[in-house]
């Protein structure tokens, strides 16, 4: 069976899905995006990134296609079309295309934006990677200032990627001024002594809703946390160290730029986390 994805109110085999080759994401990487996880057929915190994207076309003038209801309504569909179980839906919306190529926004009332959606399959509950940790490198974050909007200009997370690759590791963290401001495609945090510490919420950062749900539970387990800019060096002496994203749910971390945390294993609060994070997730999931 084929993927069926949507494009702009149709559903339809993944060969047969088109857009324009004007189109404001493919030439000017002018569009936003929501990654949503799946587990058990149902959408985890599908609200939060709903709210999310709201946020992000706003900021960025563009108009949203569909309301928050009818979009509920198209993912669960696409879910349904294509019996998935467990895994991601990856939407998009861009400004669309005006038939031509021009810096200026066209006006939303003449030029529809484009909404795509598509599903990807994969394991993310029983992620092997979790049980081993991921080892990661520092680069400098070279990205624009806008990182609280969740655009598609990813090439430098992506270069990011590759660099960790080059180098035998799994991840790189971003350093702006000596600190740590997120990873290429996560958020970045530490645990000193029981505490867990993690930026705060800027411009400098994606506010992920792994994020926020990661740092209610922690709370709620009585962990103690501290939302604040920690240094490349805090992290190398941290006791441990995690990751957030819809994708990886609460990965732990167990080696950065060749140092090892702790004993090189996923540590306490990480593993904990991370089951919490299923646990708690799974209830509210729709
Ligand atoms: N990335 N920071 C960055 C730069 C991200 O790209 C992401 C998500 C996050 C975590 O956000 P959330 O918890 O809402 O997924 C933080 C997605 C998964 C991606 O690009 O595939």
Redesign the pocket.
């Known amino acids: 069976m084929s993927r069926i994805v949507y494009v702009n109110g149709d559903y339809v085999p993944e060969e047969e899905a088109r857009v324009s080759v004007f189109d404001r994401g493919f030439l000017f990487a002018d569009g936003v ?1 929501e ?1 949503t996880s799946v587990l058990d057929g149902k959408l985890i915190d599908f609200e939060g ?1 709903a709210t ?1 994207l709201k946020r992000s076309l706003d900021e960025l003038g563009m108009a949203a296609p569909v309301t928050t209801d009818e979009l509920l309504a198209i993912h669960r569909e696409l879910l349904d079309r294509n019996e998935l179980v467990e895994g991601t839906i990856y939407l998009q919306i861009t400004r669309g295309s005006e038939g031509d190529r021009d810096f200026v926004f066209p006006n939303p009332d003449e030029v529809p934006s484009t909404l795509v959606l598509f599903t990807q399959a994969k394991s993310i509950a029983n992620s092997p990677a979790a049980a081993k940790g991921v080892k990661i490198i520092s680069v400098p974050d070279l990205r624009w200032s806008r ?1 609280d909007i ?1 655009t598609v200009q ?1 090439l430098y ?1 992506s270069m990011g990627k590759m660099m960790a690759m080059a180098a035998g590791k799994d991840d790189a963290w971003m350093i702006e001024d000596a600190h740590v401001t ?6 970045a945090y530490i645990v000193k002594d029981g505490k867990i510490v993690t930026r705060h919420l800027s411009n400098e ?2 506010h ?4 926020a749900a990661v740092l209610r539970f922690a709370r709620e387990a009585q962990m103690e946390v501290e939302e604040r800019a920690f240094t490349i060096d805090e992290a190398k002496s941290a006791d441990e160290a995690f990751i ?4 990886a749910f609460v990965m732990p971390v167990v080696e950065i730029d060749e140092t090892p945390l702790g004993d090189g294993a996923p540590g306490p609060v990480a593993t904990r986390l991370r089951e919490i994070y299923l646990d708690e997730s799974m209830k509210s999931a729709i």
């Open positions: 995006y990654v990134h999310r990182r969740k990813l997370p997120e990873g290429t495609s996560n958020n950062i994606l992920g809703i792994t994020r957030t994203s819809a994708s």
